[in-house]
């Protein structure tokens, strides 16, 4: 299957590139730098240039997007503004635009998170994009056309990651973001739709 | 108690009216006309202006929020980001500007919806706002400060307003706005936080 891999240079899109491959799918990557495609998926001409570059695609793997974390006292009108569009303006518009492009029977995997269900201190910009998300997989799973597919991964926090984030995420369980990918795969492969997948 | 509520004309708004009214709790309405207040809840600036003409209050009540209703295939980049904007960032820009100006034990209710657990064709911005603004109660409500409190209230389709809606939600039980309505009683009244009143 020719599969566009969207975030393909971060721990989960690695993670997902390998298991890809290992599947024997074709694969195109893109993140902001580094990818065989650029693309700002906050700027729906950059995305619209990705598509016309990626051609006729079977599946859209989303593993990018990225919010604020700042304490809630914090937080300016600014930085609500950008978690709104950094992972979930930005997602809906690769599945509104890719829609139009993808094949019959297409499929839409995309990245929610933990803290939609789980809190945590510093993260309300990632629990209310994750909101958004996983919302929007449930809606546009009964119109997409064509019988596109749409579904979410809604992993805990990975345990490459836990260095990166300290304390912040203490107590909670990680798993390894290959766990995640797998999700992808079963997304991707398999016939359900409207689905999140939490780990 | 003063409360500010927000919407206050509308089907929904009204309804919270009469029931705070009858609880014997000092009111002052706002909405786009036809209020004390004018506001644009999606203007941060707007907000200010409202919060500042307010005065002190013990509890914020919204039961505002607009978006686009539109089959997904018809929906614009521009609509995606209305319907983040009407009911999203609206209302968490509610509370973060008026966490700041609250009482001691202030308390925040806002407006989410049915569509969030169950879409409807021409519903998915509604569905992500609804995702969003529920997502950012149970977030919120482990970071607000001075022991203030943050919950949703979660309808289906009003009675009041299937005439309205037509067949969109064909089948759908609707219930009395004023069922919704005695929720912010017991958001506001109560001492729970970070619940969504589903009904």
Not at 6 to 33: K, P
Not at 130 to 146: K, Y
Not at 183 to 196: C, D, K, L, M, P
């Amino acid at each position: 299957m020719k599969i566009l891999l969207i975030g393909a240079t971060g721990t989960l899109g690695r993670a997902v590139h390998m298991v890809l491959r290992e599947r024997g799918h074709e694969i195109v990557t893109a993140s902001r730098t580094g990818s065989e495609i650029s693309v700002d998926i906050t700027d729906p001409d950059s995305i619209q240039a990705m598509y016309e570059r990626a051609g006729r695609i079977e599946a859209v793997a989303s593993a990018a997007g990225g919010v604020p974390w700042k304490p809630f006292a914090e937080l300016s009108a600014q930085d609500v503004r950008d978690g709104l569009t950094g992972k979930a303006f930005s997602q809906i518009e690769l599945v509104r635009q890719g829609s139009a492009r993808a094949a019959e029977d297409g499929s839409f995997t995309l990245i929610s998170g933990v803290l939609v269900r789980d809190p945590l201190v510093r993260g309300s910009m990632a629990s209310v994009a994750n909101g958004a998300v996983e919302a929007f997989v449930r809606a546009a799973a009964i119109e997409l056309p064509h019988r596109q597919r749409i579904n979410a991964v809604s992993p805990t926090v990975f345990s490459e990651s836990m260095d990166h984030y300290g304390d912040l995420f203490a107590g909670f369980e990680p798993v390894p973001a290959a766990m995640a990918a797998n999700a992808y795969i079963r997304s991707i492969e398999g016939r359900q739709t409207g689905q999140v997948y939490e780990m």
